[in-house]
Nanobody
Framework: VQLQASGGGLVQAGGSLTLSCAAS????????MGWFRQLAGKEREFVAT???????YYANSVDGRFTISRDKTKMTVDLQMNSLKPEDTAVYYC?????????????????WGQGTQVTVSS
């Protein structure tokens, strides 16, 4: 089973992008899913997570600008990113967690997608 992240790109500050995460060969996206981001040479950083029941939690840096959601028809987990800032520039990863309760540490996620680059120009 693999996760595939898509939707990254180049956008101007203040713009929007939507990332999407799909699972091939399974129904992982029904479980707790999360989005993380990483800059070269830095640790992977938590962005948002959604539980099986749809409860969401965000990092302070993106709360109010980003929205994580689950599309049950397409079986994807999406990250709508609005009011983007240059500091949002990173490689974004989606990930699956086997845990039911809220998790924001990368170590609590067991399956990772390949990453998609988001670049926000000033």
């Amino acid at each position: 089973v693999q996760l595939q992240a898509s939707g990254g790109g180049l956008v101007q500050a203040g713009g929007s992008l939507t990332l999407s995460c799909a699972a091939s060969g399974g129904t992982l996206t029904k479980d707790r899913m999360g989005w993380f981001r990483q800059l070269a040479g830095k640790e992977r950083e938590f962005v948002a997570t959604i539980s099986q029941n749809g409860y969401v939690y965000y990092a302070n840096s993106v709360d109010g600008r980003f929205t994580i959601s689950r599309d049950k028809t397409k079986m994807t987990v999406d990250l709508q990113m609005n009011s983007l800032k240059p500091e949002d520039t990173a490689v974004y990863y989606c990930a699956h967690s086997k845990y039911y309760n809220m998790r924001d540490a990368p170590r609590d996620y067991d399956i990772w997608g390949q990453g998609t680059q988001v670049t926000v120009s000033s």
